[in-house]
């Protein structure tokens, strides 16, 4: 299974090059970027980690993709995400964002449905990579 979280994440996975494309799109824009990381890509989970602070102050996106490839040396296991953000409202707006990198094997979901009063269903979403502790989700066993 694969996650599909985000701007392109039903096509096939970003060369290095297009990424860089998009970064410069973004930076063309005006929306400054940050990378963040997670082992739990769960679509509720909306806060993952940080790697360093949003770069306000940088055009080039050669400086862009030089942090989201130190974030892929320090987390080669990890799903990492770009996030660019378009400060027009007033508030933090999230103009583009998608997957950067995805871990060699992603385990995937299942669904457990659960039969409560009245006849009502509820179905819950489990990730299989929770099944494992925290920080070892996607590396070998």
Avoid: K
């Amino acid at each position: 299974m694969r996650i599909t979280q985000g701007t392109f994440s039903y096509l096939p996975d970003l060369t290095d090059d297009e990424i860089t494309q998009q970064i410069a799109y973004a930076l063309g824009n005006g929306w400054p970027c940050s990378v963040e990381f997670t082992d739990d890509p769960h679509p509720r989970n909306s806060y993952w980690e940080m790697w360093g602070l949003p770069m306000f102050d940088l055009a080039d996106p050669a400086a862009v993709f030089l942090e989201i490839a130190e974030c892929r040396r320090a987390y080669p296991d990890r799903y990492i995400r770009l996030n660019a953000y378009d400060a027009r409202y007033g508030r933090q707006t999230t103009a583009l964002s998608f997957i950067v990198q995805r871990p060699a094997e992603e385990p995937g979901f299942r669904l457990d449905r659960e039969e409560t009063s009245d006849r009502r269903v509820r179905v819950r979403m489990h990730p299989y990579a929770l099944d494992r502790p925290e920080g070892d989700r996607y590396g070998t066993p």
